[in-house]
């Protein structure tokens, strides 16, 4: 075995040659996790912003149509599956908080919203009277967009 070079009988790892390598990998894991999670969030935000904004334009549409709002359903529309991303939206009358096809509806004006469990993420509302806003804690109602965190969108 002396005639042998030495980089061919030592082939295997040293336990400190792993352990390096093990080291890199959850460095990189724990860079990489987190900042997929973010952008998944924003993603699923992005995705609610724009069906909010698909059922504005679908609202202004039926109201050429009637005069009014009030009768619009969403079951006419296809409104996104909450379980393609984690939101539940629901358009009211703004004025009396009904549903537009509901008794009890002016529909003179409407407001949608866009919640979700996730603390990590936004709540959005929009409403025809122009309140555009989104929120990291839950909205009181359909007519401003609370005191505390609230931004524009």
Do not use: H
């Not at 919640?115 to 359909?142: E, H, Q, V």
């Amino acid at each position: 075995m002396k005639n042998i070079p030495l980089f061919i009988r030592n082939r295997g790892f040293t336990l400190i040659e792993l352990m390096i390598v093990v080291v890199i990998v959850a460095i990189l894991a724990a860079i990489a996790i987190p900042s997929y999670q973010e952008y998944a969030r924003r993603s699923r935000a992005d995705q609610a912003e724009q069906e909010m904004q698909r059922l504005a334009v679908l609202l202004e549409r039926y109201k050429a149509r009637n005069f009014n709002y009030m009768g619009f359903s969403t079951t006419s529309t296809t409104v996104a599956s909450t379980s393609s991303y984690p939101y539940t939206v629901s358009i009211v009358d703004a004025t009396t908080g009904v549903a537009l096809n509901a008794s009890g509806a002016v529909g003179q004006s409407w407001a949608i919203k866009a919640t979700t469990d996730d603390a990590k993420n936004y709540n959005f509302l929009l409403t025809s009277t122009g309140i555009r806003c989104k929120n990291k804690t839950s909205f009181d109602g359909y007519s401003d967009c609370g005191t505390s965190g609230s931004e524009t969108w």
